[in-house]
């Protein structure tokens, strides 16, 4: 029972990964006034390029870079339409999503003509797990071995990374400057402007942080989690992080929690296939895996909780005109 | 900056022309970065989708489609609602027509089956849209969030209720059993041959025309109606509409069920018209498409039409464009549609306000 549910925990982490990765760059662009519903295109365009670049020169690491560039460029597209044209955020980022779905697909059977596919990753070109050390030694110590060792260690270095990304993000949100600036514009973006820093300047860095890590989230997925690129393979991750957004209430340490209670179900329901329970029968997948989103709807209805978002996300700015 | 100076047809036919070119010339750019030429490529594209009978039979049934998501979307958008959730709302309004038609196939006549089927479509498509909508208009939950989680759950639901209550015994297949044929909406092609006109056979049905009623029923609701006076100035201004007196949360509910509704109709087209069984995932993105089709056909009816037939002639010119250059796959169609998405819609400003003060300038100089 314990070793099972230490299991669990194990594969929670591995899933919930892409998902803080996601999760936490929604919260800098929705922190700075930016919907990003493109959080889904970002992932899966970067784990493409990540993928795709991973192959050709073999070097997982370069696939991450180029990974991250891709998830960037995207965001950029998105400021360009959000920032510098006031156009809607939601429709841009549908735009990106779409845009992604179809030019993965095409650009990958142009360059490797596999069905929409990459080729296999393999050694390098793949972020392997990592033994913490005395992982081995320390295994058969009674709780202590088996949480050390089965699930603390032996996971690739962006499993770490994603963790360590949550101080990190309280960090520069609640501790620096930028992070004080960063709430301001997108609570009250006409006081920022009034106190001479640009909304605009502001709101761009913010989604050059946003890209950086939905790049880093596609590429785990594609590179580390996975052996390649999959037609699709976002699979939704990028909605469930904005559900997760919302459900840990834009601060990143709910928000890490809610990545990982989507992550532990979504692990509930691959182990609970077929498993019958005694006095309730078989529990449909389904069910467990709608849980997120029912959870999140719950939540915005107002049934569990209040989910008040930045005051002034979704709005364009317009500088006030004379 | 006002919009009255500026000449109508540049508002509904320059700067959408525009848009849409840009959308074109960036896809092109992109077949020319895959070796392709991309004249060619719009040439097997415009044969493709309306050189032949057949091709403009499956031109005009892929914009039935589009037609039904393109005007959920713009009702909705109409009353300053983004409803994102047409895909599950189409879904679950195709399970509305596979129920009735499951049950009444063995019984019924096909002049029975068909109301009841859409209206079937139309209560599904309807309350799926329900309750994102009363958590909008009564609790302040944002709609587009809401809708966008029931569709994984709608997505969820039907995966649940084929492969476990509908799927047919002893098959592995998840979809229903084939309806009997008094349950299939018929095709055009076997309608319009006893009358002497032959058109070559296609997935074509009887959903077009009511996707061609659905278009005067929102034309005339929207513009020649009270409740759509209300839906409009909701949308063009919730505080004015509130101060009118406009109690803006049954607006806000009536104008998304009605946009549920419109989307579950596609579920007619797809379930009673061509698939004649309940199957995953026959939705196939149109949801989605229905945004850039409103938001191309700029919210109009008519521009809807336009819109559809232009997205479906892409989809169907799309398959045989891969067909003869096998290096271009159809998810080009895909990536066209979300430029079109970005041009006309986000980065919609970016030519408008400079042309409009173009034409501005020139009316006052």
Known sequence: MFETLILMLDATMRVSTPLIFAALAGLFSERAGIVDIGLEGKILGSAFAAAAAAAIFGSAWIGLGFGILASVALAMIHGFACITHRGDHIVSGVAINTIVAGLTVTLSMYWFSMGGQTPTLSGDARFLSITLPFANALADVPVIGLIYSELLSGHNILVYLAFAMVPVTSWIIYKTRFGLRLRAVGENPHAVDTAGISVAFLRYRALIICGILCGIAGAYLSTAHNAGFLKDMSAGKGYMALAALIFGKWRPVPVLLACLLFGFLDAVAIRMQGVVIPGIGEVPVQAIEVLPYVLTVLLLAGFIGKAIGPKAVGRPYVKERA | ?365
């Open chain 2, 1 to 365: 900056m006002s919009q009255a100076k500026v000449p109508t047809w540049v508002s509904v036919a320059l700067i959408p022309f525009l848009n849409i070119m840009m959308a074109f010339i960036v896809s092109g750019l992109v077949i020319l970065a895959i070796g392709e030429n991309p004249i060619e490529a719009a040439g097997y594209l415009i044969y493709g989708a309306f050189g032949y009978d057949e091709g403009v039979g499956y031109t005009l049934y892929y914009a039935t489609n589009l037609i039904f998501t393109g005007l959920a979307v713009s009702v909705a958008f109409k009353g300053g609602l983004f409803n994102i959730g047409g895909e599950g709302q189409a879904y679950i309004g195709g399970l509305g027509v596979g129920l009735v038609c499951l049950a009444l196939d063995h019984t019924m006549p096909l002049y029975v089956i068909v109301p009841l089927a859409i209206i079937g479509a139309a209560v599904f498509g309807a309350g799926w849209a329900y309750i994102p909508a009363y958590l909008q208009a009564r609790r302040g939950s944002h709609i587009v969030i809401t809708t966008i989680m029931f569709n994984f759950i709608a997505s969820s639901l039907m995966v649940y209720l084929i492969v476990n209550w509908l799927k047919e015994d002893g098959r592995m297949a998840p979809n229903s059993r084939t309806f009997e044929e008094n349950a299939w909406l018929p095709y055009l092609h076997k309608i319009l041959s006893p009358l002497g006109i032959e058109i070559g056979d296609s997935p074509l049905n009887l959903a077009f025309v009511l996707a061609l009623i659905c278009c005067v029923l929102v034309w005339a609701l929207l513009w020649h109606t009270r409740w759509g006076y209300q839906l409009r100035t909701l949308g063009t201004n919730p505080t004015a509409a509130r101060y009118a007196g406009i109690d803006t949360a049954k607006v806000t509910i009536w104008g998304m069920l009605i946009s549920g509704g419109l989307a579950g109709f596609v579920g007619v087209n797809e379930i009673m018209g061509v698939n004649h069984s309940l199957l995953l995932n026959f939705t196939a993105g149109y949801g989605f498409a229905g945004i850039a089709v409103s938001l191309m056909g700029r919210n109009h009816p008519i521009g809807i039409i336009l819109a559809a037939i232009l997205f479906g002639a892409l989809y169907q010119g799309g398959s045989e464009l891969a067909f003869e250059i096998p290096t271009i796959t159809p998810e080009i169609v895909i990536v066209i549609q979300g430029l079109v998405i970005l041009f006309s819609g986000a980065l919609e400003h970016m030519f408008k306000d400079r042309i409009e003060g173009f034409f501005i300038r020139r009316a006052v100089a």
